[in-house]
């Protein structure tokens, strides 16, 4: 076990669109000793807007590199390890302000992240939490927006919302490559009951063609979480047995 993470920060004001998706889309994206983690046998995809906070590499603060906004495409894989059932995230990409973000998260991580012109607006007022997140893609700009209340709740054991927020590892690699895998340590996180919301968003410019028939789609479900401190650690390749 790791004892000192490679980067703590607080991640707040998480919007999650969940979107059901074929299986098959999938399958090319799954990293090498890990499979995909079904919800009720579905497969879900998850676009996800928050803000990154207090951000620490290594316990020193970088520069305009401390609180930042970030969007990412992510899904839902599982794999066992000496009889404990691993439960993590893979993402399609991940977009966030900063080029220096992008290049240590690809380089290290061998994530896929981007960087694009974003802003971040978040609100309190009248008893009600307003955040929209917004970033420029081909000339255009991208709008994720939501309106909820701001009095926590507590997740349900074996909800939805629990299946899309208790997920602590994530993976990364593609066909030829060793998969890498990282731990994401955070408490169980709350909700807030959402009021509004609306997605804006080119699917098929953002991620590639394949996931244009995002586009418009109403999505299987939508969620508002509080967040929390997180720390996350180096990333460990893992051994092929294939």
């Known amino acids: 076990m790791q004892n000192k993470p490679f980067l703590t920060a607080r991640w707040q004001n998480l919007f999650m669109a969940n979107y059901e998706v074929a299986p098959t889309l999938l399958e090319r994206f799954v990293p090498a000793e890990t499979e995909l983690d079904l919800f009720q046998g579905r497969a879900l995809v998850s676009l996800v807007a928050f803000q990154f906070m207090q951000t620490r590499v290594k316990g020193f603060k970088i520069p305009w590199h401390v609180n930042f906004p970030e969007i990412n495409l992510r899904f839902y894989l599982k794999r066992s390890h000496e009889g404990e059932l691993r439960r993590g995230v893979a993402f399609i990409r991940e977009i966030v302000p900063r080029h220096a973000i992008t290049l240590v998260a690809n380089l290290l991580f061998n994530e896929n ?10 609100r309190v007022a009248d008893d009600t939490l307003k955040a929209e997140y917004t970033f420029v893609e ?9 309106v909820s209340g701001i009095h926590p709740q507590n997740l349900k ?8 927020t208790e997920h602590y590892y994530g ?23 959402l ?10 410019a953002v991620y590639g063609e394949a996931w244009s028939r995002l586009t418009g789609m109403k999505p299987h479900s939508v969620l508002m979480a509080e967040g929390s401190d997180v720390n996350l650690y180096s990333g460990q390749k893992l051994k092929s047995h294939g």
Do not use: C, N
């Open 138 to 146: 081909r000339g255009r700009t991208q709008t994720i927006s939501a």
């Open 113 to 122: 992240y981007a960087t694009r012109k974003m802003s971040q607006r978040v």
């Open 157 to 164: 054991a074996g909800s939805l919302e629990d299946f899309i």
């Open 171 to 193: 993976y990364t690699g593609g066909k030829g490559q060793r998969t890498i895998e990282y731990r994401v340590e955070h408490p169980s996180w709350r909700t807030f009951a």
């Open 195 to 204: 009021q509004d919301y609306r997605i804006d968003l080119d699917f098929g």
